[in-house]
């Protein structure tokens, strides 16, 4: 088998592009998470126990 250097339109086709989803994962990951983790503020509806 020929074990030589790998041609730079190798990494072309698959190491770029593959980065590309990579990091597009993480950037959508931490983005997503950061909308999850945010404090949910609840609204109290009006109560009618309580007087005026």
């Known amino acids: 088998m ?3 250097l ?3 339109s ?3 086709i698959c190491i770029i592009p593959l980065a590309a ?3 597009g994962l993480i950037v959508f990951f931490v983005w997503t998470d950061r909308d ?3 404090p949910y503020l ?3 509806p009006p109560t009618t126990d309580r007087p005026a």
């Open 36 to 38: 999850a983790a945010r």
């Open 10 to 12: 190798g990494y072309l």
């Open 42 to 44: 609840r609204r109290k």
């Open 21 to 23: 989803i990579v990091l």
């Open 6 to 8: 790998v041609p730079i």
């Open 2 to 4: 020929n074990a030589g």
